[in-house]
């Protein structure tokens, strides 16, 4: 199975909003609602952004939000601060095997 | 609050095994499953694997690259998760992180992770 496609780098100025794609296929991201986003700092344990494509886990903050069109998913970050300045990856569930795959990871830089 | 603590990383040989352990607390640990991912140096995260509460049998799944070398087990009455991991190889150098399941059966929860060099 191979892992979904990210951009391997995006950057924005504080303040501004950015957007990371996920691509699959139809037996992943395309076939369920089971996409999840996650925050990677170094040292720390990752931190779940986004699942089920767009809910929001209580305590993250609402500039995190999540979407889907097809065998596409996006993470889109609002009003960008320098403590978003992380690794971000998705995942999806891979139809009818019972595994999950992840992306490649996106490192946002937050200039 | 939800912790996961990982443990028994270390350096081991080619062909050698490994037995890492996650203990858990802060939640009720047998209404979830629970699963093992992977980050290798420089690359990005990797799911190993997954095991279900006894609800589900215990069942267990694997990804295809540790597939009948790796092995995950849970001890409910020590709100504990292991993985025993056999004839390793280079590319399994990693950390290994612990990660809860929601009732969705998505990860929601990691722990901090714990490295496993395997070379001669």
């Known amino acids: 199975q191979s892992a979904l496609t990210q951009p391997a780098a995006v950057s924005g100025s504080p303040g501004q909003s950015i957007t990371i794609s996920c691509t699959g296929t139809s037996r992943d991201v395309g076939a369920y609602n089971f996409v999840s986003w996650f925050q990677l700092h170094p040292g720390k344990a990752p931190k779940l952004l986004i699942s089920d494509v767009s809910e929001r886990p209580s305590g993250v903050s609402n500039r995190f939000s999540g979407s889907k069109s097809g065998n596409t998913a996006s993470l889109t970050i609002s009003g960008l601060q320098a403590d978003d300045e992380a690794d971000y990856y998705c995942c999806s569930y891979v139809d009818s095997t019972n595994i999950w795959v992840f992306g490649g990871g996106t490192k946002l830089t937050v200039l | 609050e939800v912790q996961l603590v990982e443990s028994g990383g270390s350096l081991v040989q080619p062909g050698g095994s490994l037995r890492l352990s996650c203990a858990a607390s802060?939640?009720?640990?047998?209404?979830?499953?629970m699963d093992w991912v992977r980050q290798a140096p420089g690359k990005g995260l990797e799911w190993v694997g997954r095991?279900?509460?006894?609800?589900?049998?215990?069942?267990?799944e694997y990804a295809a690259a540790v597939k009948g070398r790796f092995t995950i087990s849970r001890d409910d009455s020590q709100n504990s998760l292991f993985l025993q991991m056999n004839s390793l190889k280079a590319e399994d150098t990693a950390v290994y992180y612990c990660?809860?399941?929601?009732?969705?059966?998505?990860?929601?929860?990691w722990g901090q992770g714990t490295r496993v060099i395997v070379s001669s």
């Open positions: 990660a809860r399941d929601s009732k969705s059966h998505e990860i929601d929860y």
């Open positions: 095991i279900r509460n006894s609800g589900s049998g215990y069942a267990t």
């Open positions: 802060g939640f009720i640990f047998t209404d979830h499953y």
